[in-house]
């Protein structure tokens, strides 16, 4: 129930639901993972306060069990309460989850924090590695068939796309992204605490070529979409010697 409401965007009701599953499965890395997940479902609603809170409790839950892929997962949670507003500062957490995970094979650790620091690079001098992370990410979801993670990323790659100008392809994947009923749910409300993008199917102001790019993108199968997409940001990639690094 929690997992359906986080993809639905009720994330206040996540959030109770979380924390109402701790109380039935004891100490530990179960119950860390689930206090982690209640505070990123309070930090999606916009509220911090009890997201600190209950992230703290995880994390010193995750340290005591030497539960090293709860750690991991409460590492992630950290990067992303603090995102929305310094998501240069996100980046070392994303890190540090991404390495604890790896080292316990906590694939979905893996994959939900090298999102967020793609995301993350995207906003803050990083283009190149972002680039080149969404479109590995956008395979593996693809072949995995993990439709949710596959749509969150597709629009924030989308975002990207259209930052660095590639107007078209980011228009073909938000609009196949809006239309998905795999996609969770978002809206402005939703992508200012959260790591979904809101991205605009319609950036340009010429109308002729909004509806151009409309009628391509619904005449497109999702997989013809998506190798676009991918080329697109494998170019980008390709780019990074043009691109200063994020550091310099």
């Known amino acids: 129930m929690a997992g359906v409401a986080l993809y639905r965007g009720d994330f206040l ?8 599953a701790t109380e039935s499965c004891g100490t530990g890395g179960l119950r860390a993972a689930y206090l982690a997940s209640s505070a990123l479902a309070a930090g999606y609603a916009g509220d911090k306060a009890s997201a600190r809170d209950l992230l703290d409790q995880a994390t010193r839950m995750a ?63 990083d283009p190149a590695k972002a680039a080149q992370a969404f479109a590995d990410l ?13 749509w969150t990323t597709a629009r924030n790659a989308a975002n990207l796309l259209l930052i660095e100008g590639r107007t078209r392809e980011a228009v073909l994947l938000a609009f196949h992204a809006e239309h998905s009923p795999e996609a969770t749910a978002v809206d402005e409300t939703i ?31 999702v997989p013809e979409v998506l ?19 994020a550091g310099s």
């Open 63 to 125: 340290e005591e069990s030497g539960s090293l892929g709860s750690h991991a997962f409460s590492m992630y949670v950290a990067g992303e309460l603090i995102a929305p507003e310094t998501p240069a500062a996100a980046v070392p957490a994303y890190e540090t989850a991404i390495t604890e995970a790896l080292s316990v094979g906590a694939s979905f650790v893996v994959g939900v924090a090298s999102v967020a620091l793609a995301t993350a690079r995207s906003v803050t001098g």
């Open 13 to 20: 009701e996540a959030s109770r639901a979380w924390f109402r």
């Open 138 to 150: 956008l395979e593996i979801w693809q072949t995995t068939g993990q439709g949710p993670q596959l």
């Open 191 to 221: 992508a200012a605490h959260s790591g979904r993008n809101q991205v605009s199917i319609n950036p340009l102001p010429d109308p002729e070529q909004q509806a151009s790019i409309r009628r391509e993108a619904e005449a497109m199968s």
């Open 227 to 245: 190798d676009v997409a991918r080329r697109a940001l494998l170019e980008l990639a390709a780019r990074s010697s043009a691109w200063p690094d």
